[in-house]
């Protein structure tokens, strides 16, 4: 072990690009005086998972601005509708405008089942309306009235903030959470095979 003496003594090597006060790794290299083998331990601060409002079971309540329609409360639908919510990346991501077409063909079926599609946003009121109406959306677009809906409800912005991930959630009459997929990758954040089977799990549990 060049350089380091074998005194027994435990050395703490900092990253050496970190910047960061003593919540980072480090590693404890401590230096066997007889045997000279190195014993290294990592020590590092517990990975602790933030609660999200969409979990399972959980409920979702979002204080939105209903584009040309004023504020928006989920709580509206309590008792008369279950409500699947589509967040998107950006008003600009094919993959999420691709998402909302499969949805508006979908319209219908939705409607017999008992579900009210809405659309969020991150984008403001003014882009959204003019977004809305090019596309043609069928749904009510929605933003939120304190920043986005998208952080209020607990999607994240990953790879250094550059992208904002999208999914959906589905609720029940209740408000509560009964499906929820969110993904970092704009292309897998709608799955309609996967809503159409909490859709009908939904259905089934209801009317049991």
Not at 57 to 79: M, P, V
Not at 120 to 135: G, H, Q, S
Request: net charge neutral; glycine share 8%.
């Amino acid at each position: 072990m060049t350089g380091l003496a074998d005194s027994g003594r435990a050395t703490t090597i900092r990253h050496p690009l970190s910047h960061d006060p003593p919540s980072v790794t480090h590693l404890s290299v401590t230096h066997h005086p007889v045997t000279h083998r190195s014993v290294t331990s990592i020590r590092a601060r517990p990975n602790r998972r933030n609660h999200t409002p969409l979990e399972i079971g959980s409920t979702l309540n979002l204080q939105l601005r209903e584009i040309g329609g004023g504020d928006l409360n989920l709580a509206y639908y309590r008792e008369t509708s279950n409500v699947f919510v589509y967040f998107m990346r950006a008003l600009s991501c094919a993959q999420c405008n691709a998402a909302v077409r499969t949805l508006a063909a979908q319209q219908d079926e939705l409607a017999a089942a008992g579900v009210q599609v809405i659309v969020a946003v991150p984008e403001d009121e003014a882009a959204a309306t003019a977004w809305k109406a090019k596309r043609g959306v069928p749904f009510p677009v929605v933003i939120g009235k304190d920043g986005t809906a998208h952080a209020e409800a607990g999607l994240l912005r990953k790879v250094f903030g550059a992208i904002q991930q999208s999914g959906g959630v589905l609720l029940d009459q209740e408000g509560t959470v009964r499906y929820s997929h969110i993904s970092t990758n704009p292309g897998a954040s709608y799955n309609k095979a996967d809503l159409a089977a909490a859709i009908e799990t939904l259905t089934a549990s209801t009317a049991a």
